[in-house]
């Protein structure tokens, strides 16, 4: 079954594929979503408990999806059928790949509304509209934003033009080289950022926040949330990393690329709290205001430092980048998908998936104005989406991912592609059996049965 590449091609070196999986796990979710979700859950405990779930089961899982997707060189569907038949297993492995899919475009539905209010800001910064704005002006504006969905549409629908032109292209050098020059501004911007925070005055308390760990304020919706963002910050539990795994090069080694690309991505979201927090805490901001945190606070920041609008515009810029390639491989493994399952020219299965997810979107603007009444388990339809992809399907396929990597997978295989030390070999065998899927349902059941 060992083909060679993938139809769709491959990367040119370890280096291109570090860069295009971190270019999919820094997005939104680092910069946007892990500072809110922190403040909005109590601060320290929960970024242990994010820590611990990079680690213990994030990474390993990691290391599998990049295995399973190198072995076969496929789409996930076709990916995880091929290497359990190999095994000896059923082809309906492959399901997970379903569910995956169907992931990738509910959350695509939801990201590309807020890479629209990126873009919006972006446009904002630039004409300097932000400049001097307080924070109770910043609010107003981020609310004003929302209440208009003809603005949101407009920039929605650029965010997925943007988007599924990228992946209709292939993986192409254009976005490979963007990455390789964006992530590293990307990070100095975030430095800079820091320094303006460090000397807010807010410093001591952010760090605190984020890192004084008080237990009593950590409950299982809490932990089940810090678990379901180690998968979407990692771009776990849905195939992407599978799919870019499977135009990875045979030779380079899985544990060390995705150690760092697990670093890089913990790395960002923790610079980018301590960026925001001091501001938040300098301005005597609600730290638990929710997902216009990141939005509110950094024009009041821009606002007050000197050559505030351009170092703002260069920040939503990037920040815009890095949420363009993360949502470019929401789309991808369903296009690989499309193209080899149904011969579909790429240029068609990226329009025709397009459509729909930007369909999909417009029910995620209208949550915030003319659908705001329409309710999905008391949740508006962003918040659903959000809840169920990120803390539901994710870690469902995550644990589905691990049982088929440690049990079905045949030792020899796995051991083959993975090329790891006897006993760190032995530990991610064990991760794969036992942690991973024990973490995952420990949490999950405690979420469905609350403990009184
Ligand atoms: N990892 C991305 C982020 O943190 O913004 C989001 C994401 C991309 C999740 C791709 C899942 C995925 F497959």
Redesign the pocket.
Known sequence: MRNKTSIQGSWASRWIFILAATG???????IW?FPYITGENGGGAFVLVYLACILLVGIPIMMAEVFIGRRARKNPINALSDVAEESGGSRKWGLIGVMGMLS?VL?FSF?SVVGGWVLHYIKAMLMGDLAGTTSDQAGAAFGALLGDPATLLIWHTIFSIMTIAVVAAGINKGIETATRIMMPILFVLLIILLGYAMSTGGFAEGWNFMFQFDFSKLTWNAALIALGHSF?????G?G??MAYGSYMTKSASIGKTVLTIGAL?TLVALVAGLAIFPIIFSNGMDPAAGPGLMFISLPVAFGQMPFGQLFGTMFFVLIGV??WT??I??LEPTVAFLVERFRMKRISASIALGVVVWGLGIACLGSFNFMSDFTLFGKNTFDFLDYITANIM?PLGGILIALFAGWVVKDKFAQDELKLPEGIYKLWNISMKFTAPIAVAVVLYFLINPMQ
């Open positions: 999919s796990a820094v997005g939104l979710g680092n979503k990738g959350i990201y979407f910050t990692l771009s776990l849905m992407t990393i991505d890095a949420a993360s949502a491989s929401l994710l």
